[in-house]
């Protein structure tokens, strides 16, 4: 028998063939290489690396899109969380084949993040000029003609929301110390919001409200699309038939439970064929590992209304529906 090589060997054969750029001492990334791959990491193309599945409400939403640029229309998407929005809406965006961005909002976000702002050392040296301007995402749009994605939008402060009334209402946008700019004629601003009952959004100020022309609702899909979600997000996993049945029935239950205000969304579905997928291609996967793997992603993927606790209302659920 050969003799067994070294843990360390091993390493040194490795890190030399494929990991030249890391220091063999700690593994770690050395400064210098890090820029390099920084350099290579850079997303020049926002096409989803997910397939969207265009069937049912997410072709009829596609076709409302098409619709809604067609005619200069402003459309939000408005669901539940994991029910598609972000991924829907980049993949109608890619599809135009024009400039893209997207920008996800919250609390903190102020209108210079998507409008631009001045560069402090530039301006110091040649003043409040156009060439000093770092223009935000949603100008860029707006001036190449591209689609701005305003995802989450009712989670900015009303203020924030706001600077989208101009770009909405007269497809302008006052830049500062520069002035008023127009929007090219491709501009197109589309929005995603989860529904406004939801704690941790605020809510979305009447003026944007009655800019925003086109509600598009989406809510959890039916059974048949959301399995074809599951299958098309695990492509090179071979879960067996029963595991992903059994997982549907599960985040389908939390969704029929009166105890849960938030139900588990299909990442939640995702994770765990993912992780059961991993676990049988390791031969260690039975009914028992199953219902492990479950809780294990069901007890955060969900938020109990108050009163009840996440733990007692996953292991009811578990219990019931994994016999
Ligand atoms: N129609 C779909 N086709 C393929 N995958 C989907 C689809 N809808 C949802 N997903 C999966 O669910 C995940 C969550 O969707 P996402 O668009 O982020 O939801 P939302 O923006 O509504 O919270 C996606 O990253 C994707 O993996
Ligand atoms: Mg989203």
């Not at 004629?185 to 009952?197: E, K, R, Y």
């Not at 492990?292 to 606790?309: D, S």
């Not at 007692?312 to 578990?318: D, G």
Request: charged share 30%; glycine share 6%; with cysteine.
């Amino acid at each position: 028998m050969p003799p067994k090589k070294t843990k360390s060997k091993v390493t040194k054969k490795i890190s030399k063939k494929t990991t030249s750029k890391i220091s063999k001492e700690n593994q770690k990334v050395k400064k210098s290489d890090f820029y390099e791959l920084m350099e290579k990491s850079f997303v020049f193309d926002n096409t989803p690396d997910i397939e969207l599945v265009k069937k049912g409400q997410y072709k009829q939403a596609f076709e409302l899109l098409e619709d809604a640029e067609a005619c200069q229309l402003t459309p939000i998407l408005i669901g539940p969380p994991g029910t598609g929005k972000t991924l829907l809406a980049r993949s109608f965006a890619s599809s135009r084949k024009k400039n893209f961005e997207w920008m996800t909002l919250d609390e903190s976000t102020k209108p210079g993040h998507f409008v631009g702002a001045f560069d402090p050392g530039e301006t110091l040296k040649r003043g409040f000029i156009k060439e000093s301007f770092l223009p935000g995402s949603l100008t860029e749009m707006m001036v190449t003609g591209g689609i701005f994605l305003a995802n989450e939008l009712n989670r900015a402060t009303e203020y924030t929301q706001n600077t989208f009334l101009e770009p909405l209402e007269e497809r302008s946008i006052m830049l500062p110390r520069l002035g008023r700019i127009r929007a090219h004629d491709d501009f197109f601003l589309m929005c995603a919001a989860n529904p406004g009952d939801m704690a941790g959004t605020h809510r979305l100020s009447e003026a944007l409200k009655d800019r925003i022309k086109i509600w598009i609702k989406l809510d959890y899909p039916s059974r048949s699309v959301e399995m074809e979600i599951i299958h098309a997000n695990i492509p090179q996993t071979k879960l067996s038939k029963d595991y992903i049945d059994l997982t549907y029935n599960l985040i389908d239950a939390t969704r029929k439970s009166r105890e849960i205000e938030r139900p588990a969304s299909i990442r939640s579905a995702i994770a765990i064929t993912k992780l059961a997928a991993k676990k049988q291609l390791k031969k260690k996967l039975d009914i028992n590992e199953f219902k492990k793997i479950a809780g294990l992603v069901l007890i955060g993927g969900l938020k109990p209304r108050p009163g009840f606790q996440s733990e007692q209302i996953v292991k009811k659920i578990i219990n019931t529906v994994v016999k």
